[in-house]
């Protein structure tokens, strides 16, 4: 494997020179493919998986279609004993090192939580897995803007560089300032809405956005033995 980009629940990686799209996806040997952009499609919970394989060249008859890789996951089985596995994974700020380029910690909380239950439906006969998994994520985002100025919102200009022009005239704005019956009223109504700059430079604009991302990962598999 090349290269790989891990973002969220999702997976992608480049093998043998291929594009992410040249690889191939097998869940228990069943296509795990999102026919949308052939990336991965169903991302079990880690606790559920049994192992997991990459073959990137000489692949068997039973792998195929793939130019790139082939990522096969196998999922955990049950057997005749009962298994119960829980676990906690926490991340939370107040752990957290501060960035070195910043002035604050951003608040981050994570909660990733679930059980694997295993066992016997019918001893010596029929098994069942089944793994539940919950994520809970509030994390604050900084972003910096660029927003009007007191000055702009009343068509003052003179603070840029850039000689504006009159598009009907085509002659320069004295000062760079707009007359106010030349403001378009939909312009004007727009730049309502836009909040008042809270630092300087040309970045003038600080925001701290919040964010929220709930998921939850459901696996099930039940086993038959026949004979």
Do not use: C
């Not at 660029?146 to 603070?159: A, C, H, I, L, Y």
């Amino acid at each position: 494997v090349q290269g790989s980009n891990l973002s969220g629940q999702n997976l992608s990686f480049h093998a043998n020179g291929g594009r992410e799209r040249d690889n191939n996806f097998l869940l228990d040997g069943v296509d795990n493919n999102d026919t949308g952009n052939s990336q991965l499609n169903i991302v079990p919970s880690v606790d559920a998986i049994q192992e997991f394989k990459i073959t990137t060249s000489a692949y068997g008859a039973e792998l195929g279609r793939a130019g790139g890789g082939v990522l096969n996951v196998q999922t955990k089985s049950g057997n005749n004993l009962f298994h119960v596995v829980l676990f906690e994974f926490l991340r939370n700020d107040v752990f957290d090192a501060k960035n070195v380029f910043a002035t604050t910690k951003q608040p981050y909380r994570r909660n990733q939580f679930g059980t694997v239950v295993s066992g016997p439906i019918k001893k010596d006969r029929a098994f069942f897995m089944f793994n539940y998994e919950g994520n809970r994520i509030r994390s604050t985002n900084s972003t910096l803007a660029v927003v009007p100025t007191e000055k702009q919102r009343r068509g003052d200009f003179s603070e840029l560089s850039r000689q504006l022009v009159d598009p009907v005239t085509r002659q320069p704005f004295p000062g760079n300032i707009i007359p106010p019956a030349q403001f378009d009223r939909l312009g004007a109504a727009l730049a309502a809405y836009f909040p008042v700059p809270n630092r300087t430079g040309s970045n003038n604009y600080l925001a701290n956005t919040k964010g929220i991302w709930d998921f939850d990962v459901i696996t099930g598999r039940v086993d038959y033995r026949v004979s």
